[in-house]
């Protein structure tokens, strides 16, 4: 027998990037464990991946390439080989390309794994080489990065972990409980020290309910509060004006602004008492270091960036920059991608990602889309609209190929599916969103049945269009090494060979570092840019057009609420579905009354974009006037065969920039027939 320890670390979209060793004996995943010895992951991973060897050797897993015999949809596939499908796929590109139509091909993808080769770069230059269209990939992250650029600049946000040192934790549209659950030790650990911790959430979220102070806000009401709070702050003399001065631009603006929202102005925007403002604003200036901190919620709505800008100027303003455990601790990616080789890549046509169910149904999209080729995405489950989109994927005219460990409800709509390696299988880097430790990932088994890495299929596909770019053709260690050797000073003294002994690296960041405002490497320490702040509701939110609230007045929000989820990942896997066993709507009791709806009824949700007739969970986790749905079920685990997204928003800002406004979402909801 012999036993093996292989160290690696999680590729989900997490910001927690844990890294963990695999115990193989005889060639099989026998075990899984978080690294001890991991300043973040402290030895555990979470309720979705303690199960990862299951996912690797579940019995549903793709482990032959595929080619659709049935309708699309139907699921009904036959096995073929590699030859057969390279083949065909190749061939397929190579008529289009012959023909001057390279940009009717459509490389679409998203963070399914965020290691660094598996996630891009190789399959990346494949689709560069040919000149197919792609997508800005901005579901996620994007929209705030922007607005807190607009406020630092570059966007670097302060480490997580100095949150220890904080004596007021916000944690601002974040449910770190659940999305982010190796923070939380370091929030607790501020709070032994005597911090208080607030969230700031429309929503009373698993993390609400452990927090001190709970602010449940009008949802996306945020830039009033933060006008109101700057306004208190202002009136009563909170404000460091030596900092203010040297550190920033644009107060006179933001002041000007802020003037009209009183706290008892602000009440009704934002739903949250006049006192409460009051005692939030003098709290957040008297009791530093305010370490504030947000990821993505509050960016899903048209507002979304200037939501976030206003959250990155309060930071401003409190001056909380000036102290470790202070500041704005948001996605730290920028970190890790600045450290890295990034690749110089060519100019293609790009749409928006959330827009993929227009662009597939739209005959004025010259060249139409004629071959969609999916990896590391489900986009039948996780993009808005998905009626649309799978309308698209319906399409007979259109052929798609995806890469994929699963048959998820996207793979369903393939002409050709190919099978991929997991985390387990396959070399990658791993640099994290949440924590400045870069890891590497060592394959630790074979991989299973016929699967091949992404670098390994975009190889081969390479090859069998005869393009001979040596670029084309490296290994996965020489990809990993060329990204380590960019020489940017964060990468000192991390080498693979360290990373291959040791399994990851802290960034050379020395600890207490304060971006923006001491001399680090690419970081401005220019003035925060203040400016004028305006609160402007989104189109379909319940302030926002009159005509669409009369008929639908309540707002739909779908966030990550599950434990044992992880976007769309596990969402068909009976042993991570909640005991319910269906997605539940969730209604506030003064909602449910008016329609004379009780716990447990069948609820139909509906709006001009889809509809779906669910049992009710009347709760106090909304409030009145909102409504709740979980993300990330399958569309084979929910009643219609239609998950959240069917009544989403996927509306993007007019620079075709950033996320879609998944969360500014008007349904109504009536009793279904038959209750
Ligand atoms: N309603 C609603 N919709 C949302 C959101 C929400 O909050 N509410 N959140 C949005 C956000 S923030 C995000 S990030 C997106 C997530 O959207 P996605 O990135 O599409 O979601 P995932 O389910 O994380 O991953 C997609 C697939 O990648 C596959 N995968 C993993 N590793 C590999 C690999 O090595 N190779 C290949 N080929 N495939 C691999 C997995 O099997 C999985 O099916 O969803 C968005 N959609
Ligand atoms: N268990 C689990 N963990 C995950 C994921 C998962 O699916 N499951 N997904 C991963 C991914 S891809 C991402 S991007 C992160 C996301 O991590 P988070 O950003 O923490 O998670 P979300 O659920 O998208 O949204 C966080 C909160 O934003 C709130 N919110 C929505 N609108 C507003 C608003 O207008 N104002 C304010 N103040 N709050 C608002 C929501 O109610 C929600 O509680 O989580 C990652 N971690
Ligand atoms: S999903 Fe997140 S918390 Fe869970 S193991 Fe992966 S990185 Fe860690
Ligand atoms: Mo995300």
């Given at each position: 027998?012999?036993?093996?320890?292989?160290?690696?670390?999680?590729?989900?979209?997490?910001?927690?990037?844990?890294?963990?060793?695999?115990?193989?004996?005889?060639?099989?995943?026998?075990?899984?464990?978080?690294?001890?010895?991991?300043?973040?992951?402290?030895?555990?991973?979470?309720?979705?991946?303690?199960?990862?060897?299951?996912?690797?050797?579940?019995?549903?897993?793709?482990?032959?390439p595929?080619?659709?015999?049935?309708?699309?949809?139907?699921?009904?596939?036959?096995?073929?080989t590699w030859d057969e499908a390279i083949g065909?796929i190749a061939?397929?590109?190579?008529?289009?390309?012959?023909?001057?139509?390279?940009?009717?091909?459509?490389?679409?993808?998203?963070?399914?794994?965020?290691?660094?080769?598996?996630?891009?770069?190789m399959i990346?230059?494949l689709?560069?080489?040919?000149?197919?269209?792609?997508?800005?990939?901005?579901?996620?992250?994007?929209?705030?990065?922007?607005?807190?650029?607009?406020?630092?600049?570059?966007?670097?946000?302060?480490?997580?972990?100095?949150?220890?040192?904080?004596?007021?934790?916000?944690?601002?549209?974040?449910?770190?409980?659940?999305?982010?659950?190796?923070?939380?030790?370091?929030?607790?650990?501020?709070?032994?020290?005597?911090?208080?911790?607030?969230?700031?959430?429309?929503?009373?979220?698993?993390?609400?309910?452990?927090?001190?102070?709970?602010?449940?806000?009008?949802?996306?009401?945020?830039?009033?509060?933060?006008?109101?709070?700057?306004?208190?702050?202002?009136?009563?003399?909170?404000?460091?004006?030596?900092?203010?001065?040297?550190?920033?631009?644009?107060?006179?603006?933001?002041?000007?602004?802020?003037?009209?929202?009183?706290?008892?102005?602000?009440?009704?925007?934002?739903?949250?008492?006049?006192?409460?403002?009051?005692?939030?604003?003098?709290?957040?200036?008297?009791?530093?270091?305010?370490?504030?901190?947000?990821?993505?919620?509050?960016?899903?709505?048209?507002?979304?960036?200037?939501?976030?800008?206003?959250?990155?100027?309060?930071?401003?303003?409190?001056?909380?920059?000036?102290?470790?455990?202070?500041?704005?601790?948001?996605?730290?990616?920028?970190?890790?991608?600045?450290?890295?080789?990034?690749?110089?890549?060519?100019?293609?046509?790009?749409?928006?990602?959330?827009?993929?169910?227009?662009?597939?149904?739209?005959?004025?999209?010259?060249?139409?889309?004629?071959?969609?080729?999916?990896?590391?995405?489900?986009?039948?489950?996780?993009?808005?609209?998905?009626?649309?989109?799978?309308?698209?994927?319906?399409?007979?005219?259109?052929?798609?190929?995806?890469i994929?460990?699963?048959?998820?409800?996207?793979?369903?709509?393939?002409?050709?599916?190919l099978?991929?390696?997991?985390?387990?299988?396959?070399?990658?880097?791993?640099?994290?969103?949440?924590?400045?430790?870069?890891?590497?990932?060592?394959?630790?088994?074979?991989?299973?049945?016929a699967?091949l890495p992404n670098t390994e299929i975009a190889r081969r596909l390479a090859a069998a269009l005869e393009l001979?770019?040596?670029?084309l053709h490296?290994?996965?260690?020489?990809?990993?090494?060329?990204?380590?050797?960019?020489?940017?000073?964060?990468?000192?003294?991390?080498?693979?060979?360290?990373?291959?002994?040791?399994?990851?690296?802290?960034?050379?960041?020395?600890?207490?570092?304060?971006?923006?405002?001491?001399?680090?490497?690419?970081?401005?320490?220019?003035?925060?840019?203040?400016?004028?702040?305006?609160?402007?509701?989104?189109?379909?939110?319940?302030?926002?057009?009159?005509?669409?609230?009369?008929?639908?007045?309540?707002?739909?929000?779908?966030?990550?609420?599950?434990?044992?989820?992880?976007?769309?990942?596990?969402?068909?896997?009976?042993?991570?579905?909640?005991?319910?066993?269906?997605?539940?709507?969730?209604?506030?009791?003064?909602?449910?009354?008016?329609?004379?709806?009780?716990?447990?009824?069948?609820?139909?949700?509906?709006?001009?974009?889809?509809?779906?007739?669910?049992?009710?969970?009347?709760?106090?986790?909304?409030?009145?006037?909102?409504?709740?749905?979980?993300?990330?079920?399958?569309?084979?685990?929910?009643?219609?065969?239609?998950?959240?997204?069917?009544?989403?928003?996927?509306?993007?800002?007019?620079?075709?920039?950033?996320?879609?406004?998944?969360?500014?979402?008007?349904?109504?909801?009536?009793?279904?027939?038959?209750?």
């Amino acid at each position: 027998m012999t036993e093996l320890t292989v160290l690696g670390a999680c590729h989900h979209d997490c910001p927690d990037t844990c890294a963990w060793e695999v115990t193989v004996v005889d060639g099989v995943a026998t075990g899984l464990r978080g690294s001890a010895g991991h300043p973040f992951t402290r030895g555990t991973l979470c309720p979705k991946v303690n199960r990862f060897i299951d996912r690797v050797y579940h019995p549903e897993r793709l482990l032959t390439p595929l080619r659709r015999v049935g309708p699309k949809g139907s699921g009904e596939f036959e096995p073929i080989t590699w030859d057969e499908a390279i083949g065909e796929i190749a061939t397929r590109m190579r008529t289009l390309i012959d023909a001057g139509r390279a940009e009717s091909i459509l490389q679409f993808e998203f963070a399914g794994t965020q290691g660094e080769i598996q996630m891009g770069v190789m399959i990346d230059r494949l689709f560069d080489a040919i000149g197919a269209s792609d997508i800005k990939r901005e579901l996620c992250g994007v929209t705030a990065s922007r607005g807190a650029a607009e406020v630092l600049g570059v966007p670097f946000g302060v480490e997580p972990e100095s949150l220890r040192h904080a004596r007021t934790v916000v944690l601002w549209g974040t449910n770190t409980r659940i999305t982010n659950r190796h923070l939380w030790p370091f929030i607790e650990q501020a709070r032994a020290d005597g911090a208080l911790v607030i969230v700031i959430d429309p929503i009373r979220t698993d993390t609400a309910r452990e927090a001190d102070v709970f602010v449940q806000l009008r949802p996306g009401s945020d830039v009033a509060l933060v006008l109101a709070l700057v306004h208190v702050l202002d009136r009563e003399g909170l404000i460091d004006q030596p900092w203010l001065i040297d550190h920033t631009t644009g107060w006179d603006a933001l002041r000007a602004s802020a003037a009209q929202w009183t706290p008892a102005h602000a009440a009704k925007a934002t739903g949250i008492d006049a006192e409460r403002i009051e005692w939030l604003a003098h709290r957040l200036a008297t009791e530093q270091p305010t370490g504030i901190r947000a990821l993505i919620g509050a960016e899903h709505r048209e507002n979304g960036q200037e939501i976030l800008r206003s959250v990155a100027m309060l930071s401003a303003v409190l001056g909380s920059w000036r102290e470790v455990g202070g500041g704005f601790a948001r996605s730290v990616g920028i970190w890790h991608e600045s450290a890295l080789t990034s690749q110089v890549r060519p100019e293609r046509r790009t749409f928006n990602m959330a827009r993929l169910g227009e662009v597939l149904n739209d005959s004025n999209v010259d060249p139409g889309i004629e071959m969609l080729f999916v990896h590391n995405c489900n986009p039948a489950n996780i993009l808005p609209d998905q009626n649309l989109v799978v309308a698209g994927l319906e399409r007979d005219d259109l052929f798609t190929v995806v890469i994929e460990q699963f048959m998820t409800d996207t793979a369903r709509y393939a002409d050709i599916v190919l099978p991929a390696t997991t985390q387990i299988e396959h070399l990658d880097l791993s640099p994290a969103w949440g924590h400045f430790y870069l890891a590497l990932n060592q394959p630790a088994i074979e991989p299973r049945g016929a699967a091949l890495p992404n670098t390994e299929i975009a190889r081969r596909l390479a090859a069998a269009l005869e393009l001979d770019d040596p670029r084309l053709h490296e290994s996965d260690e020489e990809l990993v090494r060329d990204l380590l050797d960019s020489g940017h000073p964060f990468l000192d003294g991390i080498t693979y060979e360290r990373l291959a002994a040791e399994g990851w690296a802290r960034l050379a960041v020395p600890e207490g570092a304060r971006p923006h405002i001491d001399p680090l490497p690419g970081i401005p320490t220019d003035p925060m840019r203040l400016g004028a702040l305006e609160h402007r509701p989104g189109r379909e939110t319940t302030d926002g057009d009159s005509q669409l609230v009369q008929r639908f007045p309540l707002a739909l929000m779908s966030r990550k609420q599950h434990p044992k989820f992880l976007n769309a990942n596990y969402g068909g896997f009976t042993a991570h579905l909640p005991s319910s066993g269906q997605p539940l709507l969730q209604i506030h009791r003064d909602d449910a009354v008016a329609r004379d709806i009780a716990e447990g009824d069948r609820a139909r949700v509906f709006n001009d974009r889809g509809s779906l007739t669910l049992t009710v969970e009347i709760s106090d986790v909304v409030q009145p006037g909102l409504v709740a749905m979980p993300f990330g079920w399958w569309h084979r685990s929910t009643p219609e065969g239609r998950a959240v997204n069917a009544l989403t928003n996927a509306t993007v800002a007019a620079d075709d920039r950033g996320s879609a406004y998944f969360h500014d979402t008007l349904v109504q909801v009536e009793k279904a027939v038959g209750n």
